[in-house]
């Protein structure tokens, strides 16, 4: 995992994840420690089902079940030390430590070319509604001799997975009274579409102004784009948050 | 079930076979490829036209109708320019006719799909109605229709390119003229060795390049794709995700301390 942290910008957020855990179970840990520990045999089976994953892993199933296999292992780690009342206690570091696992290969070649070509699209459709000349060819835009093309690097997951993490560490924090469950869920199914419209409205900036389409200014404005993401995600949560209290009342 | 079975089969080979017979990718020139409009003799047009790329015409030198049509690019009239473009083209056109076919095709291809490959008639070919191209995901994939004389599109009739289909990919080699008809939409490079009309309100998303005779337009929009032999264009990465939640996490801790951190300030 540490491997594809370093070699793949998609993934690297991976090296922040641990810390997250971390920081959450030692936040949660007067709520963790009240609990007695009541050891279950369950945990044995979890560790068997993650050496078996494992050995598969090692023999050529791929990277993401030997991650999968170290996560469920753990997880029957605490099973046998605990119980499932301590296991229920970590449902949540369990849950962000889904954002460290390698891309599931067989989802995300599958996913890669469709998301460049929604990119495209929609950041055609951007251009277009704003007045500006663009021609699309596939994945690639000309507006006015200038030619930007959506690469894989520009599909849109880097934002998905980032956004994605930052909904569920948002509704941790903000929205953590019991039976928000849907307001959690709702936020990070909004970030899906949020960071779609996100990359491609960056790709129509890199499009439309020269200046942005590559280096320091290319970074930049990719990093902004994000932070008003954050901003509209926050937003949403807001509103959820007020049409749960209003139902509520 | 068993039926099924072989028709799948054989559209596999069929594929296969395409796939391994278009090895030689067609580039045009990094000149011709300027150009939405090139003719050997006379470019003529009528009525409100728009050309978004060069328009030129060598060996031949008139080029009436501009205004009221509008080039977004320049006219190029018996220069230089002009003749490395015809130049450029002659290559690309024996290039394309001198492809490895893949498969025979007749009549009128109106209804039909068609993968990236070789495709030949050795008479006309025409359109009527919808005409898909499917690169099956690849932007990259190259369509080529040779024919050894026209090439003629009815009225309304569309070229549609899906899965990642690129009009500047796509080229067709017409052995003598091409005339698309009456509000039809087409896609792709046409490369004819005489002349190419345009009938009246025509799109073409591609190139009319003729090599001898004349191109002819009617309140026509061309608008010139990307080039293929132009520098590659620019691939616009988002920034990594470290960096990205990184400043999410950043922006929580200073909103989750932010009282403290007022506090620090004040005393």
């Known amino acids: ?249 | 079930m068993k039926g099924r079975a072989l028709n799948k089969l054989t559209a596999v080979l069929f594929w296969l076979t395409c796939s391994l017979s278009l090895k030689a990718q067609i580039t045009l020139g990094s000149t011709v490829d300027t150009f939405g409009v090139l003719a050997g003799s006379t470019v003529t047009s009528s009525g409100p036209t728009a050309v978004l790329g060069n328009l030129g015409v060598s060996p031949g030198s008139a080029v009436t109708g501009f205004p009221p049509g509008q080039v977004i690019g320049t006219i190029h009239a018996a220069d230089a320019f002009a003749g490395t473009a015809q130049t450029q083209l002659t290559t690309a056109y024996n290039a394309a006719a001198g492809a490895p076919s893949s498969a025979t095709v007749s009549g009128d291809l109106g209804g039909l799909t068609f993968f990236p490959g070789v495709y030949t008639s050795s008479t006309s070919l025409a359109i009527t109605g919808t005409v898909t191209l499917n690169a099956l995901g690849n932007p990259n994939a190259q369509f080529i229709f040779q024919m050894g004389s026209t090439l003629t599109t009815a009225v309304g009739s569309t070229v549609v390119l899906t899965n990642g289909a690129q009009a500047s990919n796509v080229f067709w080699q017409v052995g003598s003229s091409a005339t698309l008809g009456t509000s039809s939409f087409f896609s792709g490079n046409i490369l004819a060795l005489v002349s190419i009309s345009l009938g009246t309100g025509a799109a073409l998303q591609g190139r009319a390049l003729a090599r001898n005779g004349a191109v002819t337009l009617l309140s026509n929009t061309i608008n010139t794709p990307a080039g293929s032999g132009g520098p590659p264009p620019l691939a616009t990465p988002a920034p990594s995700s470290l960096i990205l939640v990184t400043t999410a996490l950043l922006g929580i801790a200073i909103y989750q301390g932010r009282k403290r951190i007022f506090q620090s300030f004040r005393t």
């Open chain 1, 1 to 249: 995992m540490f491997e594809q942290w370093r070699t793949d910008e998609d993934m690297s957020h991976g090296f922040l994840v641990p810390f997250v855990i971390l920081w959450v179970i030692w936040r949660e840990r007067e709520r963790w420690r009240a609990l007695p520990a009541q050891p279950n045999w369950w945990g044995g089976a979890l560790l068997a089902l993650a050496a078996i994953l494992h050995f598969a892993g090692a023999l050529g199933v791929g990277l993401f079940a030997e991650s999968l296999a170290f996560l469920i292992s753990v997880a029957g780690a605490v099973l046998c030390l605990g119980g499932f009342s301590w296991l229920r206690a970590l449902a949540f570091p369990f849950i962000l430590a889904l954002f460290m696992l390698p891309k599931l290969a067989l989802v995300y070649n599958q996913a890669t070319l469709p998301l460049q070509l929604l990119a495209s699209r929609v950041a055609a459709g951007m251009l277009t509604v704003a007045g500006i000349g663009v021609i699309r060819e596939g994945n690639i835009l000309d507006v006015g001799g200038h030619r930007v093309a959506v690469v894989e690097a520009c599909n849109g997951i880097r934002y998905l997975l980032s956004l994605g993490f930052m909904g569920v560490v948002f509704g941790y924090l903000f929205d953590s009274r019991s039976g928000m469950w849907a307001v959690r869920l709702t936020l990070l199914a909004a970030a899906i579409p949020i960071a779609i419209v996100a990359n491609a409205a960056r790709v129509a900036a890199a499009g439309w102004m020269p200046a942005l389409d590559s280096g320091f200014p290319h970074e930049l404005s990719g990093w902004f784009i994000f932070v008003l993401c954050l901003a509209v995600l926050l937003i949403t949560r807001q509103l959820l948050n007020r049409m749960y209290v209003l139902n509520r009342s």
